[in-house]
Structures are given as structure tokens and as C-alpha cells.
């Protein structure tokens, strides 16, 4: 039975869930999801892992997100209790931590939207398509395919543009289609105010996050000998220096990107249990498959994140030994 038949069963108890750190897609396509499902008529709760970052707070219905972290018996019961559960925005269920075991146990139908490479084979049912640039996108086209257009509103407009534009670098990443923009242009054209997300969005900047962005900037970014890859690293004394909260680094590594002969960068962050790394690249250089082979990590040919489980000055020493051997592999 495909999701949409088990939708039409009646009124179901549904659950979405999406990955740990949650950005604007997962955010954003899981509320978009949402009010979707209650205009349907369903009973429905969104779960994450842990806590989502400050500047998506504003969306509508962000205040009724159940977190593992924090409600952790609440979470628990809703999942197995659930008729449906839906994964957005993860293709593994180790992406989604602690969740992984209650979700892959439940006897609810599950079902998968999500655009990231290589799904493994734990629902009913998926929308994968790894040509797509958010998961926000295929909430959009998962109502088209119900010919449900005419019930998005505003809330369900905001959820799915913000998915797209964040996890689009504003439109200008490779994985924009044209249909991308048609999607865009639907949305306004159902009352979207556009302008009023991105600055929700971007324009909401603490002093000491501005401040960590020229001290990251002036102070750690630098550019690799060897091979055109920059590096930002921050240890857990700097970023209790600038009072970093969730989200307040999101973006660094696009300005290491965007040094001009750069075909990589990293972004390297010390937490208190492991190092965390965020990758970019331009054009064929694959860093899905770099984190894959070196860092635990995955997701998208051109942005994919990582982890060790190490000290970051020898996580750095590592990653720049690593690296120099995958150019050279990249050459050959």
C-alpha cells in the first residue's frame, strides 16, 4: 500500500520526524508537512532529536515541536503509538540519535521523503529523489500529486520556502532546477510574502554573532598549501568566547568557500563530545564521498558533514593529511 491509500484509510495518528541539529528543510518541510496533514484532517505531531536553531523560530507551528532531548516519554509514547511516521530530510535512522531504535521498532507505516544519496531500505514507502534541492521542495510536489495545491496557505508556504531557500543557498546551488523557481513563483502567487522570510531568516544577526563572523574571518580562516582548500576551526574555548548558540555558525563555511581559487572548504567545530565538520565544494569535487571514507559523513555531492571523535588539533592534522590524498586520488 503506497502513503497516499493510507491516508485515505481514515483519520490517522501521525508522527514526522526529522534528523538530529535540524535545519531550515527539515524545519521547514516537516511544518509544511504538518499543516498539510491537520488540513487533512489527521492527528498529527512533529519530533526531533534535539533543539532547532534560533532563526527558524519564528515559523508557524515551531512552538508545537515535541524534542527528544527534552521530552524524551512524551516522544516516545506519540511514536508508538503512531499509525504513520514519516522521516523527512533523513534517509538513515541513524541520522535521527537516540530516536533511531523506537523509530525502527515501531509497527506504525512508515514513510520517507527526502532528497539525500543512497536510502536505506527501513519504510514502507519513499519519495527519493536525489536531484532535488530540499526535501521542502518534494512536500511541494507530494501535494501537487494529491492535487491538493489549493490548501496551502501562508503556513504552508512559509515552511516549504524557507526549506528551499536555506538548503538552496538562496537558489544558487547546482541542485536548482527550474522547476525550483516555477515552485517559487506558485507560492508568491498564493500569497507568499518572500521578502519577509528571507528576512526573518537573514536578517536577525546578534552582535556576537557578527562578531564571530569577522573573528572567524580575520582570525581562522586560512587556505591550504597544497591543495585550494580553506579551513575555519573553532574550539569550545572560542566559541564560548562569542557565545555561540545553535545556528550562530551556519554559513562560515560558504565564506571559506568563496575565496577566490578555493575548490573546498571546511568548516571544524570542537563540541563536547566529538569534533563536528561541515564541507562544501564546487563543481565534481564529491565531498559526500570525502566525509564518507574519512569522517563518518555524508549527504551531498558539493555539502556533506562529518564527525570524529577526537581532539581537534589532531582531527585538523588528520583532516589535512587526508585531504591532500584525495586531490591526489581526484587527479589521477
Known amino acids: 500500500m503506497n502513503i497516499y491509500d493510507k491516508l485515505k484509510e481514515g483519520k490517522q495518528q501521525i508522527v514526522i520526524t526529522s534528523h538530529r541539529s535540524p535545519d531550515g528543510d527539515a524545519i521547514g518541510s516537516s511544518l509544511a508537512l504538518y499543516h498539510y496533514l491537520i488540513k487533512k484532517g489527521h492527528e498529527v505531531t512533529v519530533v526531533v532529536p534535539d533543539a532547532y536553531p534560533k532563526f527558524i523560530a519564528w515559523l508557524d507551528g515551531v512552538d508545537q515541536i515535541l524534542t527528544y532531548e527534552k521530552d524524551e516519554d512524551s516522544v516516545t509514547e ?98 536548482v532546477q527550474a522547476k525550483t523557481h516555477l515552485i517559487a513563483a506558485d507560492l508568491i502567487n498564493r500569497g507568499l510574502n518572500h521578502a519577509s522570510v528571507h528576512e526573518r531568516l537573514f536578517d536577525v544577526n546578534t552582535l556576537s554573532k557578527l562578531h564571530l563572523l569577522g573573528y572567524s574571518l580575520n582570525e581562522k580562516l586560512r587556505v591550504m598549501k597544497e591543495v585550494p582548500v580553506a579551513i575555519i576551526d573553532l574550539s569550545m574555548e572560542e566559541s564560548e568566547r562569542f557565545n555561540v548558540k545553535k545556528g550562530d555558525t551556519e554559513g562560515l563555511v560558504n565564506f571559506a568557500l568563496s575565496v577566490e581559487g578555493v575548490e573546498m572548504a571546511v568548516f571544524i567545530r570542537e563540541d563536547t563530545d566529538r569534533i563536528k565538520m561541515s564541507f562544501r565544494s564546487k563543481g565534481d569535487i564529491a565531498v559526500n564521498e570525502f566525509s564518507g571514507k574519512y569522517f563518518s559523513g555524508g549527504g551531498h555531492k558539493n555539502a556533506a558533514g562529518g564527525m570524529k571523535e577526537d581532539t581537534l588539533v589532531n582531527t585538523l592534522a588528520y583532516f589535512e593529511e587526508k585531504v591532500v590524498l584525495f586531490f591526489e586520488e581526484i587527479a589521477k
Open 78 to 175: 506519540l511514536i508508538s503509538k503512531a499509525n504513520i511516521i514519516f522521516s523527512l530530510d533523513y534517509n538513515d535512522l541513524s541520522r535521527i540519535g537516540k530516536m533511531s531504535d523506537i523509530v525502527g521498532n515501531s509497527k506504525a507505516y512508515k514513510a520517507m521523503i527526502d532528497h539525500h544519496l543512497q536510502p536505506s531500505d527501513f519504510c514502507d514507502w519513499m519519495l527519493s529523489d536525489t536531484s532535488s534541492c530540499s526535501t521542502a521542495q518534494l512536500i511541494y510536489e507530494f501535494i501537487e500529486s494529491e492535487n491538493d495545491l489549493d490548501l496551502i496557505d501562508s503556513k504552508i508556504a512559509e515552511g516549504i520556502y524557507c526549506g528551499i531557500v536555506t538548503d538552496s543557498g538562496s537558489f544558487r546551488f547546482p541542485s
